[in-house]
């Protein structure tokens, strides 16, 4: 039954999408979310208390939060959206609404010594649409991806993806063959800012402390990919791509501390959420309490249990 109902809708929003022109969909997106804005949605809700709370201890100025948030609304619409008319029905029009950062061209300077390329990303702006830009540019790309609940939309996702030369690998399968692409001088894409399980690296993140996921640690381990922040963000109703400064990873490398690279990574997933918090992906909780057990071994359960109260129930 499930399935059914995700053919149905798959195709129902395609059908939508290739009718109605894109101006058309996002100019009612924008209603929809300005009226949806108004429900209280509790993930969305948590997160923005958490980045409005960071944003005032580095003492920038306040939001308002229905704004952000029926902006986020927004661009979530967009995004689908934009996965029919980009992805599905015509991907040459993505790059007609794309602004590429000059530094692209020293990335793909990178790529091509193929020493392997790791490019750090995050749930931000619209990330699925990354695969046009790879695909133009002769980038032979892989991802990490976790399975999806129907293996119908599976199929559905996977084949689209596949479609622009992306390689897929399951999350929890894929390290090693992601470390034998990256050998092999390819590309992988590394979406670092959500939750890294109770085994993850723990750190304070937008004053909170929480866990994040240590694959970067064997890809730098185990190959001499370089590594190079990317985004993909939202501007209205077109895209920037952004490409930050390569990181060095040569001491992290020789001295298996990676530590500093936690850090490093974690001020830039920061420093983005600040500068564009309606487009980080607000749905999921991600200072949820978790890893209660983890937490107790550690002798910290009390400290962390105590940031969320103080957090939380104001």
Not at 140 to 162: A, C
Not at 243 to 268: G, M, W, Y
């Amino acid at each position: 039954m499930l399935n059914l109902v995700i053919l149905i809708l798959f195709y129902g929003m395609y059908t939508f999408c290739f009718v109605f022109p894109r101006g058309f969909l996002l100019r009612l997106s924008k209603i929809l979310s300005f009226i949806l804005s108004f429900i209280p949605i509790s993930p969305i809700d948590r997160n923005l208390k958490v980045i409005f709370s960071f944003r005032k201890s580095k003492n920038l100025e306040d939001l308002n939060a229905r704004a952000i948030k029926s902006q986020y609304i927004y661009y979530f619409f967009k995004n689908i959206v934009d996965f029919y008319k980009f992805l599905v029905i015509k991907p040459d029009g993505f790059h007609e609404v794309l602004e590429i950062d000059p530094k692209f061209d020293d990335f793909l300077k990178i790529y091509n010594e193929n020493q392997g390329l790791i490019s750090v990303a995050m749930h931000l702006g619209n990330w699925e649409l990354g695969p046009l830009i790879g695909f133009k540019y002769g980038v032979q790309m892989n991802s990490l991806v976790f399975q999806q609940l129907s293996p119908v939309l599976e199929h559905l996702i996977s084949t689209l993806r596949r479609r622009y030369g992306v390689g897929l690998l399951h999350q929890r399968k894929g390290v090693k063959e992601g470390i034998k692409k990256l050998n092999e001088g390819q590309f992988l894409s590394f979406l670092g800012d959500q939750d890294g399980t109770k085994n993850g690296f723990l750190q304070e993140f937008c004053g909170m402390t929480c866990s994040f996921p240590r694959g970067i640690e064997l890809f730098v381990k185990k190959t001499n990919a370089r590594v190079v922040p990317v985004v993909l963000i939202h501007v209205g109703d077109s895209y920037r791509l952004i490409i930050e400064d390569e990181i060095d990873v040569t001491t992290n490398r020789a001295t298996q501390n990676f530590e500093s690279l936690h850090i490093r990574l974690k001020e830039l997933y920061e420093k983005y959420i600040l500068l564009y918090p309606e487009q980080w992906l607000l749905v999921y909780d991600r200072f949820k309490f978790r890893h209660d057990k983890h937490l107790k071994s550690l002798g910290i359960y009390d400290q962390v249990k105590q940031e969320h109260k103080d957090m939380f129930s104001k």
